[in-house]
């Protein structure tokens, strides 16, 4: 009896020691999935290596995502090429080019020089499938909305609200244009409307990539390559995404009131003097210290061969970035000649920023958060109250339409030389 107990005393020990072995081969595997081990020293130096000898070409697939719905800097050596290649069948969403030799396929400086404007970032066979007239010369701020095709909701309420056709026409110094990639071949019915919904209001601007989360890059791209080329004489690019409000009655206002040294100091002022500085600026709210996602369940997973550095230099965060116009130039120029990164904001104000020694001046005292919105909407604070340029992108649709009708039913006619007093309607200014 003793003896069958003692058996089965040990087999009751040796069935908790494979549980715990297996419990531990278990959270191995999930460590070895969630997270990517960091380089050694001589895959570190091999990487940097094999980054100063490769040239703009790049054979690898592209990772299509088809679902539309104080600075720190890090060492130029840490940055290399993403997974987006020159594969036109995949990447570009319209007929491709024959593809040259790899003896002739020309280096991105060589193309830069010889056929610019069919050229973006990596891709040489770039179109636009829909544009718009270059700009008027009394335009001062263009403003370009990232949008995905299938957000037409968002754009009519644009349209309705702060980027309604009175707030661009009228001698108004505001442009307000959409950007977009292409569709899949298998979604030309939406293709179609977009078309029509162009014809109809010929302020959307589409290039021949597919509209994608790892193509925004080239988006970003195209819209500086855009102003670049049709808006050069505007004083500011103002890149937005199509879920803020922007203050443009304030904007306005501010971009026509010239600036004055006698002046008493107030925020106000302070944004007119920034928006009406002709060089060197790069305005948004900055973000430090983030940290390159390596985990395989993160939408935003970086690998070390595309970002080998952990964590990411000082960048804009994309729901709004405002340029001037000599910024635009040399950080498009520097895009041209770059390897492709996806993360376009960390790509374009974070490494080539500092390659182009371009600083950031910080917006965030004229971003509008979610309480003090519903204070505004509460009637908490007033219009005048708040000094502000953008909402932060977590206010919904129905937040800026009701923002939108604030400035409605508080008659803010902006200045007479502006826009004419009885121009308003229930929709705002158009």
């Known amino acids: 009896m003793g003896a069958a107990a003692n058996r089965a005393n040990r087999m009751d020990k040796r069935s908790l020691c494979y549980l715990i072995i297996c419990f531990n081969i278990f959270v191995l595997c999930f460590w070895l999935v969630s997270v990517e081990p960091q380089p050694t020293a001589e895959e570190s130096a091999a990487a940097a290596a094999a980054i100063t000898t490769q040239t703009s070409a790049n054979g690898s697939k592209p990772n299509q995502i088809n679902d539309l719905s104080s600075p720190s800097r890090t060492l130029s050596t840490y940055y290399n090429r993403s997974l987006v290649s020159l594969d036109k069948a995949a990447t570009v969403a319209s007929t491709p080019t024959p593809t040259p030799s ?68 009228h001698g108004s110094p505001l442009r307000v244009i959409f950007l977009l990639g292409a569709v899949p071949q298998a979604q030309q019915q939406l293709q179609h409307a977009l078309k029509h919904e162009n014809a109809r209001h010929k302020d ?26 049709n808006c050069a004489q505007a004083q500011l690019l103002i890149k937005v995404d199509d879920d803020v409000f922007v203050n443009t009655p304030q904007l306005i206002k501010l971009l026509r009131e010239p600036n ?45 061969s595309e970002y080998a550095a952990s964590y990411y230099p000082t960048y804009c965060p994309g729901f709004a970035i405002v340029y001037s116009a000599d910024v635009v130039q040399r950080l498009y120029q520097a895009a041209q000649l770059s390897n492709y990164f996806w993360v376009d904001d960390v790509h374009i104000t974070g490494v080539l920023a500092e390659k182009t020694n371009t600083s950031i ?51 803010y006619t902006l200045t007479q030389r502006s826009v004419e007093p009885d121009s308003i309607t229930d929709t705002g200014f158009s």
């Open 102 to 169: 790899p003896a002739s396929q020309p280096t991105i400086a060589t193309a830069t020089a010889t056929n610019a404007d069919t050229q973006l970032i990596d891709l040489h066979n770039f179109a636009y499938l829909m544009t718009q007239e270059p700009c008027a010369t009394h335009i001062q701020a263009l403003v370009l909305v990232h949008t995905a095709p299938r957000n037409a909701e968002k754009r009519a309420l644009i349209r309705q609200t702060w980027g309604s056709q009175r707030m661009s026409s």
């Open 204 to 229: 959307m601007v589409q290039g021949n990539f597919q509209d994608a989360y790892r193509n925004m890059t080239y988006k970003h791209v195209m819209a500086l390559k855009w102003f670049t080329q």
């Open 260 to 304: 004055s040294n006698q002046t008493t100091a107030t925020s106000g002022t302070a944004l007119r003097m920034l928006l009406q500085q002709r060089r060197d600026l790069m305005f948004c709210r900055p973000v430090s210290g983030s940290r390159v996602k390596r985990s395989y369940r993160s939408k935003w997973r970086v690998s070390f």
């Open 361 to 411: 001046t910080d917006l965030q005292p004229f971003v509008l958060y979610e309480a003090d919105c519903e204070r505004l909407l509460s009637g908490e604070r007033e219009l005048e109250q708040q000094q502000f340029l953008f909402t932060w992108h977590s206010i919904g649709l129905e937040q800026i339409s009701a923002l939108w009708q604030l400035y409605i039913s508080q008659n």
